[in-house]
DNA sequence: CCCTGATTCGC
DNA sequence: GCGAATCAGG
């Protein structure tokens, strides 16, 4: 494989994205991430502070509180690191037609409907069960954090935690590191498995 | 261990 | 220019 101008285009793209070197290399697939890294130093963009701006420590949380009530910040608007709306340079006299990938226009006949994939295999969702505070506080927390990856893009090591409705767009898997041995990452695990336990003194 | 990016250096 | 091997770190 050759870094073609397609090729380093995506590198770039994912890049800027802040995706991992792996991330990207297993995207384009014949290279190494190693590559990618050597490319991404070649190219001189190894850094990815684009702006004199803050350095923006990285939002590090996760930590399941442990005395205290979290208090989550009400954060309202999610930042959605949607960066690089491609500038495009001018293009000569290029008509362009630019594909334009429209999403899939949904007709107004289209029944929508609480539909629940009925299937198993899906973990409980915290709505559906009596969570710790703590606990559901950490997966909202983490959810807004979550790679928001696809079927394809889970490994053995990412969590297989879904988010969203499988009938819309708005539909990802969390894919933060799992627990060694577990399909979840740690919040995750923390609603997934629970001791069951709750109602079991109702007395009569 | 899993992962990350950074650097070196023979090709 | 390329990228495996290696380094340095989380």
């Given at each position: 494989?050759?870094?073609?101008?397609?090729?380093v285009e995506?590198?770039?793209r994912?890049w800027a994205?802040?995706?991992?070197?792996?991330?990207?290399?297993k995207?384009?697939?014949g290279?190494?991430?190693?590559?990618?890294i050597?490319k991404v130093?070649?190219?001189?963009?190894?850094?990815r502070a684009?702006e004199?701006?803050?350095p923006?420590p990285?939002p590090?949380?996760a930590?399941p509180a442990?005395a205290?009530?979290p208090?989550p910040?009400?954060?309202?608007?999610a930042p959605?690191?949607?960066p690089a709306p491609?500038?495009k340079?001018?293009?000569a006299a290029?008509?362009?037609?630019e594909p334009?990938p429209?999403?899939?226009?949904?007709p107004a006949s289209?029944?929508?409907?609480?539909?629940?994939p009925?299937?198993?295999?899906?973990?409980?969702q915290?709505?559906?069960?009596?969570?710790?505070p703590?606990a559901?506080?950490s997966?909202?927390?983490v959810?807004?954090?979550?790679?928001?990856?696809?079927?394809m893009?889970?490994?053995?090591?990412?969590?297989k935690?879904?988010?969203?409705d499988?009938?819309?767009d708005?539909f990802?898997f969390?894919?933060?590191p799992?627990m060694?041995?577990k399909?979840y990452c740690e919040?995750?695990v923390g609603?997934?498995?629970?001791?069951?336990?709750?109602?079991?003194?109702r007395r009569?």
């Amino acid at each position: 494989m050759s870094w073609t101008d397609e090729r380093v285009e995506t590198l770039k793209r994912m890049w800027a994205e802040g995706q991992s070197a792996s991330q990207i290399a297993k995207e384009l697939g014949g290279v190494t991430r190693n590559a990618v890294i050597g490319k991404v130093h070649r190219l001189g963009l190894s850094n990815r502070a684009e702006e004199g701006a803050d350095p923006a420590p990285e939002p590090v949380a996760a930590k399941p509180a442990v005395a205290a009530a979290p208090a989550p910040e009400p954060r309202p608007a999610a930042p959605e690191p949607a960066p690089a709306p491609q500038p495009k340079p001018a293009a000569a006299a290029a008509p362009a037609p630019e594909p334009a990938p429209e999403p899939a226009p949904q007709p107004a006949s289209f029944n929508r409907r609480p539909i629940v994939p009925a299937g198993q295999p899906l973990p409980p969702q915290p709505s559906a069960n009596e969570i710790s505070p703590e606990a559901l506080a950490s997966v909202r927390e983490v959810e807004k954090r979550a790679r928001k990856l696809t079927l394809m893009e889970l490994t053995e090591r990412t969590c297989k935690w879904p988010i969203g409705d499988p009938a819309t767009d708005k539909f990802w898997f969390c894919g933060l590191p799992s627990m060694p041995g577990k399909p979840y990452c740690e919040a995750h695990v923390g609603v997934a498995f629970q001791p069951m336990s709750s109602r079991r003194d109702r007395r009569r």
